[in-house]
């Protein structure tokens, strides 16, 4: 079992962390810092208000979508941010769906006349894996909704932007943007134990108050206490399952192998009795003669051989592809 041992800084890829980091009133400045550096050229925020993360289908037949983090801007603009810390099969449609919902709510129940005036909506999804069918040197992904005749924008108010972590790899004296410099904050906040140069902007110096374990009030700690049990619990979980099952497959691997071996030596043990019984039935056939022994004994020898192989279990097929005897022989022996 697992001695609780800290690291200086929680996880932000964890619920608890990156909620702390990222998802409370008084840390607003971070998140927002944090989208006007992915949004650049794009989106400004100013302000955000945080929403509440179960968003209720106005309809009972639509299903309700429950969100990491979600938030509206200043201007009516909405985001999810999502942490996805291990695969998921349709994590890609759940994105789509949950940035979908936003839209189809901002008409009231029962409103006869709205305008269709959309207000933007993005969601953002932080990623502790890789798409299958991603290319090695890509880690960002923004999706957004153009004209495939000329790949010009066709509508600039609805957007999914994933972010790949393993896919990013830059070392500390190679962050050139701010980009940068978010992506390798949040990749290896949990192995720092230093505060790095490239990171002295005021709103990184915030993140690693919030981020310091040691600041974490006596609820916050307890929180934190239970995340990483439950976290190492799991992989020895997940460990001793792995050791079980590579046990079991060397076990049924031993197994299989041995009857194939057997089955292989067999074929390979008749036919050389095949070719030694030959031999010798030459031998005595010369004695007795030469045409009239060769094909006797060969046929003895072979009826001996499907006699044994009967015994032994094998079809009659396989007797028969391997001494070359007729299934009516065989019966017959």
Known sequence: ?????????????????????????????????????????????????????????QLSRFRKAIFDLC?????????????????????RDRCLYYAASLIRDQVGAGAAHWKYDLKPVYL?????????????DTYLHEIRLMKKSDGKMFYNNFGLTFIEMPGFMKTEPELVTELDQWLYLIKNLTKLNHIPEALT???????????????????????????LKAKWDNENCEAYAREQAIKEGRKVGMEEGMKEGMKEGMKEGIKEGIKEGMKEGMKEGMKEGMKEGIKEGMKEGKISIARSMQAKGFDIETIAEITGLTPEEILNA
């Open 124 to 136: 953002v999804g932080l990623m502790d894996f890789c798409f299958e069918d991603s290319e090695s």
């Open 201 to 227: 902007k005021p709103v990184f110096e915030k993140v690693f108050r919030v981020a310091e374990v040691c600041n974490l009030n006596k609820e916050e700690k307890m929180a934190w206490d239970a995340y």
């Open 1 to 57: 079992m697992h001695e609780l041992s800290y690291g200086r800084f929680i996880d932000p890829f964890t619920d608890f962390g990156f909620k702390r980091i990222f998802g409370t009133d008084s840390n607003k400045d971070i998140l927002i810092d944090f989208l006007n550096v992915l949004f650049e050229g794009e989106r400004h925020v100013t302000d955000l208000t945080f929403n509440q993360n179960e968003n209720n289908a």
């Open 71 to 91: 938030c509206t801007g200043a201007e009516g603009e909405q985001f999810i941010v999502e942490v996805q810390r291990v695969r998921q099969e349709y994590f």
